[in-house]
């Protein structure tokens, strides 16, 4: 396949197809001209890249998801540890958006008259985010 191809089927721009294999993260099998060919295994590896990314993971992070022969070889422990650090930022935003739902629907004549309120903003202030109650 060309990179004009892949690139299609892949959803991403042909610059960051050539970003890519500057990083090490993709090879051509070799060039047609001035285009560059790849396997169709290429579009596997790419959607591994895009999962990684969705997950947070760096690029350098996702290189280090192949082996030297370009298979998927996956650290379980460095996935483990992305799992609770998203797990961790779930839960901040579960806070976040508890906060939120309350200040929008809160009856309180002021928001700064609210118990609730005021707790969450000294809550921020000192960078802990606590769940609500009341």
């Known amino acids: 396949m ?3 191809e892949v690139a299609r089927r892949a959803g991403l721009p ?8 500057e990083r090490g993260l993709i090879a051509p099998t070799g060039r047609r001209g001035l285009r560059r060919q790849y396997d169709p295994a290429v579009l596997e590896r790419l959607a591994l890249i895009a999962l990684g990314r969705t997950a947070g993971f760096s690029l350098d992070e996702v290189a280090r998801m192949f082996a ?3 298979r998927p070889d996956l650290d379980r422990g460095m996935l483990t ?5 998203l797990e961790a930022k ?3 935003l579960g806070v976040l958006h508890d906060s939120l739902r309350h200040a929008a629907a809160c009856p309180a004549p002021s928001h700064m008259e609210c118990p609730t309120f005021r707790r969450i903003l000294r809550a921020a202030g000192t960078g802990q985010p606590r769940t609500q109650k009341g």
Do not use: F, M, V
């Open 2 to 4: 060309d990179i004009a």
């Open 14 to 21: 042909a610059s960051t197809l050539r970003y890519y294999e």
């Open 68 to 70: 030297p022969d370009g």
């Open 81 to 85: 540890a992305k799992a609770d650090e």
């Open 90 to 92: 779930i839960r901040e």
